[in-house]
């Protein structure tokens, strides 16, 4: 009998992750060998600059403009560890911008062009609200900064995007030298009553429900990357992560949607599981391709149309062979 290869393979540490490194999820094609981390940066950086891991969670983004560029030293799975709404990610001035329109022309601050919130944010004010993104001042904190790095060198023609240096987005929006800022971070302070900054969308869990019952959407923020010389070598090895991700997940989402015994410390918990199945179905997380392909299409158009990738990418192009004809 042959031994299974070992996989070594970092990723966020979440519930419906909880099962593979816990042992309660297994699968014939490969043995996971995994390191679960509660800093996704660090993710990141130890996958692609430190060399680390077979395979890990990446930010959708970062996949999509390397192939863009023609590196295609890593094989992109069907499987989403992280999806979220971004609505609330908007920060604006209390006396600055009221609504989304009014962002045309203004100076808009961002942590990196090739982010997959700012990506998904940018999407989703140009679709929805006609903002003219060519229009808009992009200010980007400077490689001397805290704030996060370009992960892949980009060139955005058709945008205006200068980096200012020893500053951060805090600063930049405060000192009003931007109208507003998009960031999965909330600037510090803004929960207090007294903050002069504010959600764009105050009451933004209203407004995502509202989009994606317009648009069937559900953003995707990371997938699972592999390197390409361990898929080539071991290509049972794609089938087995999917397999046992998917697994994992769902677990977690049976978990979740126990309305007997909650399996989380949160109040209403089940109450808000019912209420997502009426927005997303039963299989609300779903993984694959077919299920996602509105949502993964419109990024795809959305990079192209930022300049992210110089021209729009195709599901071929993105997945592996095995996952891109499956659909």
């Known amino acids: 009998m042959t031994t299974p290869p070992v996989v070594r393979i970092g990723f966020g540490d979440y519930d419906h992750t909880r099962d593979l490194w816990n042992g309660r999820v297994t699968v014939p094609e490969c043995e996971l060998d995994c390191t679960p981390v509660d800093n996704l940066g660090e993710v990141f950086r130890r996958f692609l600059e430190g060399g680390e891991w077979d395979a890990a969670e990446l930010p959708l983004a970062t996949v999509t403009a390397m192939l863009g560029q023609g590196d295609d030293s890593l094989v992109v799975l069907p499987v989403f560890p992280a999806r979220s709404f971004r609505h609330g990610t908007i920060y604006v001035h209390k006396d600055g911008p009221q609504n989304p329109e009014d962002l045309a022309g203004k100076r808009i601050g961002i942590p990196t062009w090739a982010q997959t919130t700012g990506i998904v944010v940018r999407g989703m004010l140009a679709s929805e609200y006609g903002v003219d993104l060519n229009s808009i001042s992009w200010i980007q904190p400077g490689a001397h900064t805290s704030e996060r ?179």
């Not at 317009?214 to 953003?219: D, E, R, S």
């Open 149 to 327: 790095k370009e992960t892949t060198p980009l060139d955005v023609p058709g945008f205006d995007v200068t980096r200012v240096d020893g500053t951060t987005l805090d600063q930049l929006l405060l000192g009003g030298e931007v109208d507003a800022v998009i960031s999965t971070r909330p600037p510090e302070g803004i929960e207090r009553s007294d903050s002069p900054v504010r959600r764009m969308f105050e009451k933004w869990t209203f407004e995502e429900m509202s989009y994606t019952r317009k648009t069937g959407l559900y953003p995707i923020m990371h997938v699972l990357a592999l390197r390409r010389a361990v898929y080539e070598a071991e290509p049972s090895v794609y089938t087995g992560l999917v397999k046992a991700f998917t697994g994992a997940k769902d677990r977690a989402v049976k978990r979740a949607t126990n309305t007997t015994v909650p399996s989380y410390p949160l109040p209403w918990a089940p109450s808000n599981m019912l209420r997502t199945k009426e927005f997303l179905g039963d299989d609300f997380w779903p993984y694959g391709i077919e299920a996602n392909l509105p949502t993964i299409e419109k990024f795809l158009d959305d990079c192209a149309q930022q300049s992210v990738t110089p021209r729009r990418l195709s599901i071929d192009e993105l997945f592996a062979q095995e996952a891109a004809h499956s659909y």
